[in-house]
């Protein structure tokens, strides 16, 4: 473990001041929110993201971008899930852009990234539950492209993407990894019908129709019946992402928690003053430090290109959302009943928590993971 | 090549010419561990060899100064020795509480004739060391101790009992808090250090639960200290004991991998339902160990907070305490078997029974969260 650099340290200062200033949940979350808007974040704060060069964080600098990684990417994050701030900052910067790195895509949407005016989405999921290698969405070939027949759920800001990576079967049969090719599809592609879901964290998520979607053969993005790697690239870019971003939500509610403890009185005493609570939180406490410590350690690990990086990608976004699951239900008991209400914030870090728990894997998706990485 | 990859490679040259293949297998018992200390027999000559040559180059105490019989590698030097050290499987040359605990409260405390006393044996493992600080009044409310120190001009004299004195009837020398006035609780407490064999000193092994007798009682009728064996001022001992408690946490704390890393690797749980659980307790485990790195490159850097010892601990043993059980539970009936040859002396069992003690010894885990509350987390009247 190295501790942060200073250059490090000034980006992360960058970012917990704009969010905490900016991104705030009654500025942000709770605007978009209450005046129903269809895409679920503000693109003038997506805009002000890249003023600050943020959207550009995993953008290689021979595409104007900083070139950093996904230690860089955590430091943001956590301050994104503290500040519950909605944007396309996982989506488009973490994992499109991991997606699409190293090919002509990006090529063409780098820039878009870069000032703010892109939203770009990853397609993956087609049932209820996390499993990519069971990918079924039908890319079949017609001419030098491929016709898409199928569906996809769980679509991230799908509705509101310009472009959506999306993993098809070229070859295999679901269950293999090898197969899957990833796509390039734009929004308006003839066929794709988009339903843009509310999700219970006041988030949007599309399904996806695919009904004779027809590409050319340019939309793959690196090789034909190889998107693995580049899936596993981006997804592994927002495992890790949404585990720092986890973190982030653990530590907004257990700071809010705290601040009530200090606050409340019961039995003419403030109820952080009775044990039965004190051990709770300092419980709680621990396990998100714990959880911090393996969000970094997967995200060095990735940046590294160490071959643990996988086992703990695994390790850290199942930690960090058993813990933020930990932090946002004490939150809610600890409130009592101020914490059921839709007025208090509280609330709020239980719904975001059970949306970002659920993408890209839940603990039980990760579990089986360190399970068949560590070999049993 | 940098200085640390020059270092790094150097360093695992001299390893591999100079770590003898016997210290190279994985620690399997507790006659495994070297001591040091007065009455040490050695288990074999590589363990003695590979002593002496880490403790030459003052590589049982790596980050110790030079001065004091210690390796002065700094932080980054001092990780990649221990990381070279786990890739070729070496174990500690040394284990002691000299290392663990004393010695850093007496690089912190200590007078210079002190350290150039005291410290150059401990990093040869010369003189082992126990920790007299329960007493049966004075478990969680260690302050509240009673074992006395009057000042008799030219030494002090010693009157009292301890009890979990680690290895005390096998300990050279112990470290001591004493009470030398009674007019504070935690003001009222010194620091000494005497030899175990000073007339009035005697102990008695205590059996647990796991059949072995890692504790004593210890007590201390009419014992004579020399004046200059006290660290710290007379009645300001109760800060050199918290210094070394965080210590001592610390190293408890590293007990939390319990043999490390993955259980599910070493188990291979068949049964869907344990394995379930072995994974969860896998990710936790992981997740720990990832914190462990953490906490000692921010300790070492003065970014810890200081009671995050506490965190470590309380966290660290419960773990240890989680991956026993399970351990338990896929061992099955093998596991139960208490003398066999085949369970190795029932060493599963043993292990078990051993680590419920972890969460109670060095302040138990509700002491450590309400450390964590009141200082971490300022809650108020913790």
């Given at each position: ?120 989405a990853l397609a993956i999921d087609e049932g209820p539950r996390h ?20 569906g996809k759920s769980f679509v991230v800001q799908g ?38 879901v509310?999700l219970?964290?006041?988030s949007k998520a599309a399904r996806l ?146 949306v970002?728990?659920e993408l890209f894997g ?15 | ?382």
């Amino acid at each position: 473990m190295t501790l942060l650099s200073d250059d490090q340290k000034m980006l992360h200062d960058t970012a917990a001041s704009f969010l905490a200033e900016e991104g705030s949940i009654a500025k942000q979350l709770r605007h978009w929110r209450d005046i129903n808007c269809k895409d679920g974040f503000g693109h003038g704060l997506w805009k002000q993201f890249a003023e600050l060069g943020l959207t550009g964080i995993c953008i290689p600098e021979s595409h104007g971008g900083m070139g950093l990684g996904a230690v860089e990417a955590a430091l943001v994050l956590e301050e994104i899930g503290r500040n519950l701030t909605p944007s396309p900052f996982l989506g488009t910067a973490l994992v499109a852009a991991r997606a699409i790195e190293g090919t002509a895509h990006a090529e063409r949407w780098c820039p878009g990234i870069l000032s703010g005016e892109a939203v770009l989405a990853l397609a993956i999921d087609e049932g209820p539950r996390h499993a990519p290698e069971q990918t079924a969405l039908e890319a079949r070939r017609q001419g030098n492209g491929f016709v898409l027949n199928g569906g996809k759920s769980f679509v991230v800001q799908g509705g509101s993407a310009d472009m959506i990576v999306t993993a098809a079967r070229t070859s295999g049969a679901p269950g293999e990894s090898d197969g899957i090719t990833l796509l390039a599809v734009p929004n308006d592609a003839s066929g794709l019908t988009i339903d843009n879901v509310a999700l219970v964290d006041s988030s949007k998520a599309a399904r996806l129709g695919f009904e004779n979607v027809a590409l050319d053969a340019d939309a793959v993005i690196g090789e034909v019946d190889a998107g693995w790697r580049p899936l596993s690239r981006a997804l592994n870019a927002g495992r890790a992402g949404a585990a720092a971003e986890l973190v982030g939500i653990a530590s907004g509610a257990s700071a809010m928690t705290l601040g009530y403890l200090k606050q409340r009185k019961q039995f003419g005493k403030f109820i952080g003053e009775f044990q039965a609570l004190q051990h709770r939180a300092a419980h709680l406490y621990a396990e998100i430090e714990i959880a911090r410590a393996a969000a970094f350690k997967a995200a060095e690990l990735l940046d590294s290109g160490d071959e643990r990086a996988e086992l703990y990608v695994s390790v850290a976004k199942g930690k960090a959302a058993d813990v933020a699951s930990l932090a946002v239900r004490e939150g809610v008991q600890m409130h009592g009943g101020i914490g059921m209400t839709d007025e208090h914030d509280i609330g709020l870090f239980m719904k975001r928590e059970a949306v970002l728990g659920e993408l890209f894997g839940d603990v039980y998706y990760h579990r089986e993971q360190v399970a068949r990485l560590s070999g049993y | 090549m940098t200085d640390l990859e020059v270092f790094r490679s150097e360093t695992r040259t001299w390893l591999e010419a100079n770590c003898p293949p016997e210290m190279r297998t994985p620690i399997r018992s507790e006659a495994d561990i070297c001591w040091g200390g007065r009455n040490w027999t050695f288990q074999s000559d590589a363990q003695r060899r590979w002593l002496e040559v880490m403790a030459e180059r003052g590589w049982t105490v790596p980050d110790w100064p030079r001065d004091y019989g210690g390796g002065g590698l700094s932080a980054a030097e001092a990780l990649v020795l221990k990381e070279e050290m786990q890739r070729i499987g070496a174990r500690p040359p040394l284990t002691s509480f000299g290392i663990s605990m004393l010695g850093p409260a007496l690089l912190k405390f200590g007078t210079e004739e002190q350290k150039k006393h005291y410290l150059p044996q401990i990093a040869r493992g010369e003189i082992r060391w126990c920790q007299g600080y329960s007493e049966p009044g004075a478990g969680s409310d260690l302050a509240g101790l009673q074992t006395k120190a009057e000042d008799r001009g030219d030494h002090w004299l010693v009157n009292g009992q301890k009890v979990w004195t680690s290895y005390a009837d096998k300990a050279d020398w112990i470290f001591c808090l004493v009470r030398t006035s009674t007019e504070s609780k935690q003001g009222g407490i010194s620091f000494l250090l005497f030899d175990m064999a000073t007339p009035g000193v005697s102990t008695r092994p205590i059996l647990l639960i796991s059949g072995n007798s890692p504790f004593c009682e210890t007590f201390f009728d009419d014992v004579k200290v020399p004046k200059d064996q006290i660290v710290g001022e007379v009645n300001k001992g109760w800060d050199v004991a918290k210094y070394l408690l965080g210590h001592e946490r610390e190293m408890i704390s590293g007990m939390g991998l319990g043999g490390g890393g993955s259980l599910g690797a070493t188990t291979k749980p068949a049964d869907p339902m344990l394995r379930a659980d072995i994974a969860a307790f896998d990710v936790d485990a992981l997740a720990f160990g990832a914190m462990s790195e953490r906490f000692a490159a921010m300790w070492k850097a003065g970014e810890a907070h200081p009671a995050s010892p506490s965190m470590m601990k309380y966290a660290g043993t419960e773990l240890n305490k989680r991956r026993n059980q399970l351990a338990m539970a896929a061992g099955g009936s093998d596991a139960l078997e208490w003398d066999s040859e085949r369970s190795r002396g029932g060493s599963a069992a043993r292990s078990w029974l051993r680590s419920k003690g972890n969460s109670i010894e060095g302040g138990t885990s509700e002491i450590q969260l309400n450390i964590v509350a009141k200082h971490i987390l300022g809650l108020p009247g913790a």
